[in-house]
T-cell receptor
């Protein structure tokens, strides 16, 4: 089965450090999403891309978070500087937009558990 | 704005029995999709079932089926013949027109008792 690959699986870092999370979407998927999951807020959309172009990053704290897709096989989410409140599980998901075929739901990666101490 | 509400934070079921998880939603869109995702302790988000709003027929996937009541904006998940491996968090999600951004409910934790 095709998979969305996220690295690292776990990350512990000190406050103030830069954190980079990576995602390899499923080959052929043209839409990539970043979600954050916390106990308090649940699953929140941070940003999403279609054909590598950012479509919506309104859920992201702009001063410290950035998301990019350098190429079709890699999406990155960076936090600089990191803060303890950023501790969460960060999910990447990929899918096909309705421009090509009726979407059937995203495929999620296994997530990166980030702990900022 | 789109919202998804799961009113049952926790549910439990005996192995081999049937359980129904509730979900209500609100949207002004006419073209939308509804999903149920399962998140076991491994934290992998797994798509269980999806329903297109334009389809009146309820979706089924093996032991999983939905009761889609469009007018009532209700989308419940029924799990038949529950198995120990069904124990997980279940999230209801609403999406606009296919692979657009999803809005998730807060989740229901399902426990399956042997």
């Amino acid at each position: 089965d095709a998979r969305v690959t996220q690295t690292p699986r776990h990350k512990v870092t000190e406050m103030g450090q830069e954190v980079t999370m990576r995602c390899q979407p499923i080959l052929g998927h043209n839409t990539v999403f970043w979600y954050r999951q916390t106990m308090m807020q649940g699953l929140e959309l941070l940003a999403y891309f279609r054909n590598r172009a950012p479509l919506d990053d309104s859920g992201m704290p702009k001063d410290r978070f950035s998301a990019e897709m350098p190429d079709a096989t890699l999406a990155t989410l960076k936090i600089q500087p990191s803060e303890p409140r950023d501790s969460a599980v960060y999910f990447c998901a990929s899918g096909l937009s309705r421009d090509r075929v009726r979407g059937y739901g995203y495929t999620f990666g296994s997530g990166t558990r980030l702990t900022v101490v | 704005a789109q919202t998804v509400t799961q009113s049952q934070p926790e549910m439990s079921v005996q192995e081999a029995e049937t359980v129904t998880l509730s979900c209500t939603y609100d949207t002004s869109e006419s073209d939308y999709y509804l999903f149920w995702y399962k998140q076991p302790p491994s934290r992998q988000m797994i798509l269980v079932i999806r329903q297109e709003a334009y389809k009146q027929q309820n979706a089924t996937e093996n032991r999983f089926s939905v009761n889609f009541q469009k007018a009532a904006k209700s989308f419940s998940l029924k799990i038949s013949d529950s198995q120990l491996g069904d124990a997980a968090m279940y999230f209801c999600a609403l999406g606009r027109g296919g692979s657009e951004k999803l809005v998730f409910g807060k989740g229901t934790k399902l426990t399956v008792n042997p």
